[in-house]
């Protein structure tokens, strides 16, 4: 089942169940898969029937044919699958964004855990791999209290109880933090998901794009693109070739999608970003 997506992230044959193969795997995810949500953007527009499903089978499927992944559901429910085929010791574990639904908010981030890799650095062995972020950690944190610096940018984890732990991220960074705590099991993700995904959703109103790279990670929002990290740069994309060359640029695959729905997304997109001039 996951040899299609191990070898659109360039591994031959299955990896054996290690840090280094921890590590490696969440370099070429992120280095493959952007972070997006343009099936859900296509739905609301009405250019495809219904967002990506979440069912994590089917986003290995078709990650395995060279589609898109999505959006956190997606990339970690994915991810985590692929890692238990693999032999990893897997904990799903559901999160919310602080800064809108808070600590006692409904899932809106899936996160995981894997356990049983110690190292010099971390000898409980517990890793918090994520590749659902858009633009944060790039290697895998360890569980373990404190700041921790990757590339020049600081995040902390901090605990909170027996089960529990708050992400935060790089002030440079698109989110505040994360809460994530205790466990979730796929059939909570995929019933949650349409709350998500179809209006008034938090995903259908903004394109999102991001991809987390060695030295830094970019994302385009609406039609603005920002880099943070080595060489920043900020830039508005009113032109659509620009556009959807940053998108694909990005490993947005729009492999399927009308050329005609793409202009009808940007110029949505370049309306509501007109408008967000007008009133910020």
Same mark, same amino acid.
């Given at each position: ?73 997606? %990339? ?148 603005? %693109? ?55």
């Amino acid at each position: 089942m996951i040899e299609g997506y191990l070898r659109r992230l360039g591994i031959e044959g299955r990896p054996e169940a290690t840090y280094e193969t921890l590590v490696d795997l969440h370099h070429r995810h992120l280095d493959t898969l952007p972070y997006e949500n343009l099936s859900i953007m296509l739905a609301a527009i009405g250019a495809v029937a219904s967002p990506d499903s979440v069912d994590p089978k089917e986003t290995l499927e078709r990650v395995a044919a060279g589609g898109n992944a999505g959006y956190c559901f997606h %990339h970690n429910g994915l991810v985590s699958l692929v890692l238990e085929e693999l032999g990893f010791d897997v904990v799903r574990r559901p999160g919310q964004l602080i800064e809108t639904t808070g600590p006692s908010g409904q899932l809106d981030h899936l996160a995981f855990e894997v356990r049983g890799l110690p190292t010099a650095a971390n000898p409980g062995g517990r890793w918090w791999p994520d590749l659902g972020f858009g633009d944060a950690f790039r290697e895998p944190l360890p569980l373990v209290e404190g700041h921790h610096r990757q590339n020049g940018f600081v995040y902390r984890l901090v605990r909170v109880g027996e089960a529990g732990w708050t992400f935060h991220h790089d002030p440079s960074g698109s989110f505040h933090g994360n809460l994530v705590r205790g466990v979730v099991e796929l059939d909570v993700v995929v019933a949650r998901h349409p709350e998500l995904s179809t209006p008034p959703g938090p995903y259908t109103s903004k394109l999102v794009v991001q991809r987390r790279d060695a030295t830094g990670a970019d994302t385009v929002r609406s039609i603005r %693109h920002t880099r943070i990290g080595e060489d920043a740069f900020t830039r508005e994309l009113w032109d659509f070739a620009e556009w959807s060359a940053a998108l694909e640029g990005l490993g947005l695959s729009f492999a399927g999608v009308e050329e005609g729905a793409l202009r009808t997304l940007h110029e949505r997109q370049a309306a509501g970003y007109d408008d967000w001039l007008l009133t910020r």
